[in-house]
């Protein structure tokens, strides 16, 4: 039987982070530069239901019976032989790799999920459309950042720019016209969860001063799309600087996210802001696209441990 390999992307938060887990709308797109890859590989050798995870990345070689239920990776195998009604699969080696940066605000997490669970499923016989694919890598995320909003495994799943408000339907983006984003790392690991934490802790010893801040990101977001379905994205530049002011409110931003975003701004940047769960990660620059490079350059001349230049493409992104 030949290997099986699926592969998922990146993502960014455009507007609306944190606020997204009170509730409020979010905008968020896949990032194609960098993936996650799952490969399946039989092992007619070995007893059935013997399943062998590796993930070279993280120096991880495992089998599934030896796992806890905790373990993500293994999680997610669980799920999707759950899903199926199989208790024991053929006998298996999933191999795991990646070149999403993990802690970064890329969506790491999700997009493994996502590859594994497409990958093993499509081994076992079963197609799991995006819906179901993402279904399942929201529970494992559970995993990775404790209340996690659902928008990552979201737009990773689908491949697709997405208007997400929690536990309503998904709405798909059609940009109107392409633009440009710089993505800058700052080389900080900054799990998700840690930053969310704290945040729901502040919110919940004084929620009359953050749910302003969440009203306001979340009105942010509406007024984003607005302008990427209507082709006027250059206005999404003050719209990013302003999102930028209120998650330093929230006390998500660093010195090193503050010092790429101005550096971008100052190279040209229509705006910059964080994206994702902040503290460290990376951030956004909306660009002219003939800016990109000199953006970009600016960057990582003001300590950027690297950068990614990507489109966001008007109309239908391809699956």
Not at 287 to 294: F, G, M, R, S, Y
Request: aromatic share 6%; proline share 7%.
């Amino acid at each position: 039987m030949p290997a099986i390999t699926s592969t998922a992307p990146g993502k960014i938060i455009l507007f609306g982070e944190h606020a997204v887990v009170y509730g409020r709308p979010a905008i968020a797109a896949p990032v194609e530069q960098v993936r996650a890859r799952a490969v399946v590989m039989a092992e007619p050798g070995w007893t059935p239901g013997r399943v062998r995870i590796q993930a070279p990345d993280l120096g991880r070689e495992d089998f599934l019976d030896e796992l806890p239920q905790t373990d993500a990776l293994g999680l997610a195998v669980r799920l999707v032989l759950e899903r199926l009604g199989l208790e024991r699969p053929p006998a298996c080696t999933l191999r795991i790799s990646s070149s999403i940066p993990i802690a970064a605000g890329l969506g790491s997490g999700a997009a493994i999920s996502v590859a594994l669970c497409r990958a093993f499923a499509q081994f076992l016989g079963a197609e799991l459309d995006a819906a179901e694919v993402s279904a399942l890598a929201f529970e494992v995320d559970r995993i990775y950042h404790g209340t996690p909003s659902g928008i990552d495994n979201t737009v990773i799943a689908y491949e697709r720019p997405v208007f997400f408000v929690k536990g309503q339907p998904i709405q798909l983006l059609q940009p109107a016209s392409p633009f440009t984003i710089v993505i800058g790392d700052t080389g900080v690991r900054s799990p998700t969860a840690l930053a969310v934490g704290d945040l729901r802790r502040a919110w919940e010893a004084d929620p009359g001063r953050y749910e302003p801040l969440f009203d306001a990101a979340g009105d942010i977001a509406l007024a984003a799309r607005r302008w990427i379905e209507t082709g006027e994205v250059d206005r999404l530049g003050d719209l990013m600087n302003e999102n930028q002011a209120l998650l330093c409110e929230m006390g998500v931003s660093s010195p090193e996210l503050d010092w790429l975003v101005e550096a971008a701004r100052l190279a040209g940047a229509w705006g910059a802001k964080l994206s994702g769960g902040g503290r460290g990660g990376n951030m956004i620059a909306l660009v002219p696209d003939e800016l990109a490079p000199e953006v970009a350059d600016s960057l990582r001349q003001n300590g950027a441990a690297r950068t990614i230049i990507t489109t966001i493409r008007a109309g239908r992104m391809p699956r």
